[in-house]
């Protein structure tokens, strides 16, 4: 089972930190001066959520039992379905709505994909939780997204 948890990591950890994977080349985005502040709240509504996601992987990749690993899958969920909201709250610079509307759909999804792999964690087939779990579409709009927005506004 740590096997396979420890591959599931390394895919939702790169939701947790755009320089974990090679994204794709993002166009720079510009954010006018006005919107600085906008842009200070949105990156650290963004790191946030970074360290949300990221406890909550390293408690998945430490589970020990089908019981354990099903309760911290639930919570991971949870954890994208708060990051989720966390960016939908206060302001975002025009230039970005775009980047975060699609951070936001993404982690949504991710949250979807954790709903899917509830059940055969529950039943202990972990192979298959951990397949529903290792959505690389998903993950690379999320991390192309974040970088996004961690480049316009770090």
Do not use: W, Y
């Not at 589970?63 to 708060?82: G, N, P, W, Y």
């Not at 206060?90 to 951070?103: E, F, I, T």
């Not at 936001?104 to 994909?113: E, Q, S, Y």
Request: aromatic letters at 4%; proline letters at 4%.
């Amino acid at each position: 089972m740590r096997v396979i948890i420890a591959a599931l990591l390394v895919v939702v950890a790169g939701c947790s930190s755009s320089h974990q994977h090679a994204a794709a080349p993002s166009t720079p985005v510009s954010v006018a001066s006005g919107d600085r502040p906008a842009c200070a709240q949105l990156f650290a509504r963004l790191q946030r959520v970074s360290a949300a996601i990221q406890g909550s992987s390293e408690l998945i990749a430490n589970s020990l039992s089908k019981a354990q690993l099903s309760e911290r899958i639930a919570f991971e969920q949870s954890q994208l379905q708060q990051s989720a909201d966390l960016l939908e709250q206060g302001p975002v610079p025009a230039a970005l709505a775009g980047a975060d509307r699609d951070l936001v759909a993404a982690l949504r999804a991710f949250t979807a994909d954790f709903e899917r792999a509830r059940e055969p964690a529950a039943r202990g087939d972990f192979q298959a939780a951990a397949e529903a779990m290792t959505d690389t579409a998903v993950v690379t709009r999320i991390v192309n997204a974040s970088k996004t927005i961690e480049d316009a506004c770090k």
